[in-house]
């Protein structure tokens, strides 16, 4: 808890600091900084509680030290540049699943991750918009109080920058959509799908909706609807970041420690392999095979065998012969 109220202090300072001690903070955004403030706070906490885990907190440690193991340390570093973009940019693991399922992961990530690069500044103060000079027609974008880009009210830029949100939503909504048809027609998923993997869907399909409405309101309608369009759409938004730290989308903070885990893999391989107890075949490595044997026990697993032995010393083929072997026994032979 600690931890997640230091995050929060520091978000707020750095909120106070970056608008200008609130100079250019706008207060209609002040629910949305809440919402942020939550979620800072409740994703530092979980992730605090979460890297506590044995099973975590072995891998996180065996990941650093396999970064650092001077032997594969050169490797490790070249190598972590295409780690990044593959797994958690271009998340390729996915695509060997399924095509579809990738592009509609690609979809919703990169939607939201635009969509959080326009949001948190704005919302924090960091950048603003001021007319230059007495152009009505020409502004610029300022981050604190540093120009950085001019552009005509009427330009693509203009237009990209006030659409910006516009184009989150829609490839999100793209990308819920494919999940949804996904999980409609693919017999696979519908067996194995959860109540709870449809709320991320519907979170994300609100919020999208109601910030694609906004804009309908005021391009389209005069600005009908629009206040209770705005509040329907803040309360969307701060419910959803609320959401994120206790619900599936949690996992966004998870993903990275997979890099840790094929840092790990190089170190297991490069070391010496574990050999079954019964045929003597190599079926692992040992850093890995000792490693669950200590942290099974911590989890409330106990594979200890009266021997002296671990069922963990046995190799796949020789534990399904194990209970092969015992199920006769319990029926009184094969015949």
Not at 238 to 243: C, D, I, P, T
């Amino acid at each position: 808890m600690v931890r997640g109220l230091l995050a929060t202090g520091v978000v707020l300072i750095m909120v106070a600091a970056g608008s200008g001690w609130f100079r250019w903070f706008d207060t209609a955004l002040a629910g949305y900084l809440f919402g942020v403030l939550f979620f800072v706070f409740a994703s530092v906490y979980r992730y605090s509680v979460w890297l506590q885990r044995p099973p975590t907190a072995r891998l996180r440690a065996r990941g650093w030290q396999a970064l650092r193991d001077p032997q594969l340390r050169r490797g490790n570093l070249r190598s972590l540049p295409s780690l990044i973009g593959a797994n958690l940019l271009a998340q390729s693991f996915i695509r060997h699943r399924s095509t579809t399922r990738w592009l509609a992961h690609q979809l919703i990530f990169w939607g939201c991750v635009l969509a959080v690069a326009v949001t948190f500044p704005l919302t924090f103060g960091w950048f603003h918009f001021r007319s230059v000079g007495q152009q009505v027609s020409r502004y610029e974008v300022q981050f604190t109080e540093i120009g950085l880009l001019q552009f005509d009210i009427g330009g693509v830029v203009a237009w990209m920058f006030f659409h910006a949100l516009d184009i989150s939503a829609v490839l999100v909504l793209a990308g819920v959509g494919i999940f949804l048809l996904r999980r409609l027609r693919e017999p696979g998923a519908i067996a194995t799908q959860r109540a709870s993997d449809n709320l991320a869907l519907a979170g994300l399909f609100a919020v999208s909706i109601t910030g694609l409405m906004l804009t309908v309101s005021h391009q389209f309608l005069e600005g009908a609807f629009y206040s209770f369009l705005n509040v329907l759409h803040a309360l969307t938004v701060v419910l959803g970041l609320m959401y994120i730290p206790f619900g599936k989308l949690f996992h966004i903070f998870q993903r990275p420690g997979n890099l840790g885990v094929t840092f790990y893999s190089r170190a297991a391989e490069a070391g010496p392999g574990q050999t079954c107890a019964r045929c003597g075949q190599e079926f692992a490595s040992q850093l890995q095979m000792g490693d669950l044997k200590e942290i099974l026990p911590q989890l409330g697993y106990h594979y200890e065998t009266d021997a002296q032995g671990n069922y963990q010393d046995l190799c796949p083929n020789c534990r399904r012969a194990g209970v092969a072997l015992a199920q006769s026994t319990a029926v009184g032979g094969f015949g």
